[in-house]
C-alpha cells in the first residue's frame, strides 16, 4: 500500500461564538472541487463548495450549517491561507485603469468588522411591538426566486432575518410560522420600521480587508475594503 502524506493541524477561532476549533488544510481532490466550483463562476456552487470543504476539514464537532455567514467566511479564508501558503494571492483591477495586478493578502490583517454588533440585535418597532434579528447562515441564503429583483432580495432578507416578533405578552417565534406569514408580516411594516431592521442588518459583521497597491500599468494609488467571501475570489 502507497503511503498517504500526514495533514498538519491548526486551531481557529469561530468569530460568533469564541469557540476553539481543529481544522487541517484542504488537499488536491478538495481544492479541485472548488477551483470547477469557481470555474462555473456559479455563486451557489461556489458557496456549496466552500462548505463541503469546511465540513471535510474541520476535525473539531460542529454544525457548519448553523454558523453564521461570516464565521464560514472567516473559515474558510484562514483554512485556504494555510492550504496554499501563508497570503491568499488575488487579481483585482485597477480603479483608474482596470488593468488588473496580482496582490498577496497578509491573513493576519483581515478581520470580522462590526463583531462587537453581535448581541445588538433587538429592535423596537412600536410601543407594544418589537422583534429580534438573527445573523443569517449559509443555509438562510435566498433562491433565485427570492432574487428577482433588487427590491425582492431586500424585502427578503430582512424577512429572513427576524427571528422573534414580541407583541405586548405574546412571543412569537419564525420558526413556528410559515413563510407566507414571515413575509406579510415584513410587508406590513411602515418604511420607517423597515428601515429601522434593514440598518441593523446594514451593520452585519463581515469578513473585511483593507486592500492597498500602486497599479503596475499607471502607477496609480488604489484603496478599497475586501468585504465578503467573494471579494477574496477576485
Known amino acids: 500500500m502507497l503511503p498517504i502524506i500526514a495533514t498538519p493541524k491548526y486551531d481557529m477561532i469561530v468569530p460568533s461564538t469564541g469557540e476553539s476549533i481543529t481544522y487541517r488544510p484542504y488537499v488536491v481532490k478538495e481544492e479541485k472541487v472548488l477551483l470547477i466550483a469557481l470555474e462555473s463562476q456559479d455563486e451557489s456552487q461556489i458557496e456549496n463548495a466552500v462548505m463541503n470543504i469546511i465540513k471535510a476539514c474541520v476535525e473539531s464537532k460542529i454544525n457548519v450549517d448553523d454558523l453564521t455567514t461570516f464565521d464560514v467566511e472567516f473559515m474558510f479564508v484562514t483554512l485556504r491561507a494555510k492550504s496554499v501558503g501563508e497570503g ?45 434579528i438573527k445573523w443569517s447562515t ?10 428577482e429583483t433588487e427590491t425582492d432580495t431586500i424585502i427578503n432578507l430582512v424577512a429572513r432575518s427576524i427571528d422573534t416578533i414580541y407583541s405586548g405578552e405574546e412571543i412569537h417565534s419564525t420558526k413556528d410560522a410559515t413563510k407566507q406569514e414571515v413575509g406579510i408580516f415584513t410587508e406590513s411594516l411602515s418604511t420607517d420600521q423597515f428601515g429601522k431592521i434593514a440598518e441593523v442588518l446594514g451593520n452585519t459583521p463581515h469578513l473585511s480587508y483593507n486592500l492597498e497597491f500602486d497599479c503596475e500599468k499607471c502607477n496609480e494609488h488604489n484603496e478599497r475594503e475586501l468585504k465578503g467571501l467573494f471579494d477574496f475570489f477576485q
Open 88 to 132: 491568499v494571492k488575488i487579481n483585482p483591477p485597477c480603479e483608474h485603469c482596470e488593468e488588473r495586478n496580482e496582490i498577496s493578502i497578509d491573513i493576519e490583517k483581515i478581520k470580522v468588522a462590526n463583531l462587537e454588533n453581535i448581541t445588538d440585535n433587538h429592535v423596537k418597532l412600536t410601543d407594544d411591538i418589537s422583534v429580534d
Open 138 to 147: 449559509m443555509k438562510d441564503r435566498l433562491s433565485e426566486a427570492e432574487r
